[in-house]
């Protein structure tokens, strides 16, 4: 099992930038990004595969969030520009250890998970 641990969370005004990153004990190979509002289903973000070359995001984060990652670093970044409150959410990343190269909105198909970061705009 993988470790994940999310860092870069916190209260930013609408309109403003934050940088989420995901640090992993090991090599990953499909990263995503999730996250769950207060009494609301957990939602996928952003994935990506392994080369980086391959990135899926919400519709709803399409053109304000990157995803990236550092494979010499075992590092997962999102860039989140032009917050909204409905970003608010607590951030979770996901790891697939096993290789593959399709990237999935599906959380079932990652089996390493970090214990998220708190994400609050304000409006």
């Known amino acids: 099992q993988v470790q994940m641990v999310e860092s870069g969370g916190g209260l930013v005004q609408a309109g403003g930038s934050l940088r989420l990153s995901c640090a992993a004990s090991g090599r990953t190979y499909i990263m995503g990004w999730f996250r769950q509002a207060p009494g609301k289903e957990r939602e996928f973000v952003a994935g990506?595969?392994?080369?980086?070359?391959?990135?899926l995001y919400a519709d709803s984060v399409k053109g304000r969030f990157t995803i990236s990652r550092d494979n010499a670093k075992n590092t997962m970044y999102l860039q989140m520009n032009s917050l909204k409150p409905e970003d608010t959410a607590v951030y979770s990343c996901a790891a697939r250890r096993s290789w593959a190269t399709v990237v999935s909105r599906d959380n079932r198909y990652y089996g390493s998970w970090g214990q998220g970061t708190q994400v609050t705009v304000s409006s």
């Open positions: 990506i595969n392994y080369g980086g070359d391959r990135t």
